[in-house]
């Protein structure tokens, strides 16, 4: 079974900071790599996917992801943050499109 | 186009009473997740379907939850009888389609939020 692993529950920055959310995973076959993010009381929604090509993912809201395989990372960067970006992100795995395994999630607290 | 859609958004109940979540899918997918998500265990699956028949349902906690899909438009999640325990939120997701139309995410609804007294 996938595992994966989001390092840090939780990420406090000042706005206009640049940030890292971090994630490994553990696969020995080929994976689907996605970062959802989640606001308050809402449901998850895709903020960037990785299937295959390029290793630099950019994604909405000024989201972008590097895979490297060698380290099993898919790392998710925004230059700059703003208040807005406060919400859960979470990282995700997939090696077929039918079982995805879920990080425990990482809360962004985006401060003024 | 209409996403995900789940009700109720929200249920308070008492402990003992049977609950029912429904999920109606995005049209044309083809496989459809039930998730649980608790402050304590994060997000959990439960069970999923392709093509309306279950697949997997080893995340289905005990006994007293059940899943059903009787179409392609149409899922339910039943527990009964409820406890305190299983005071979460529970999200449906839908994702697939036959080949190009598989962009490989899932969608997810906004959620039922449960409160077992």
């Known amino acids: 079974a996938q595992s994966v692993t989001q390092l840090d529950s939780q990420v406090p920055v000042f706005e206009e900071a640049p940030v890292e959310l971090r994630c490994n995973y553990s696969s020995s076959v080929s994976v689907y790599l996605f970062w959802y993010v989640q606001y308050p009381n809402q449901g998850l929604q895709l903020l960037l996917k990785?299937?295959?090509?390029?290793?630099l993912v950019k994604g909405i809201n000024g989201f972008e992801a590097e895979f490297n395989k060698s380290q099993t990372s898919f790392h998710l960067r925004k230059p700059s943050v703003h208040i807005s970006d406060t919400a859960e992100y979470f990282c995700a795995v997939s090696d077929n499109f039918n079982k995805f395994y879920f990080g425990s999630g990482t809360k962004l607290n985006v401060k003024p | 186009d209409a996403g995900v859609i789940q009700s109720p958004r929200h249920e308070v109940t008492e402990m003992g009473q049977e609950v029912t979540l429904r999920c109606k899918p995005i049209?044309?997918?083809?496989?459809l997740f039930w998730y649980r998500q608790t402050m304590m265990r994060g997000l959990e699956l439960l069970i999923y379907f392709n093509n309306n028949v279950p697949i997997d349902d080893s995340g289905m906690p005990e006994d007293r939850f059940s899943a059903k899909m009787p179409n392609a438009s149409f899922s339910t999640l039943k527990i009964q009888p409820s406890e305190p325990r299983d005071s979460a939120v529970y999200f449906c997701a839908s994702s697939g389609g036959g080949g190009a139309l598989n962009t490989g995410e899932l969608f997810f609804g906004e959620g039922s939020r449960l409160t077992v007294l």
């Open positions: 990785y299937l295959s090509g390029s290793t």
């Open positions: 049209s044309g997918h083809n496989s």
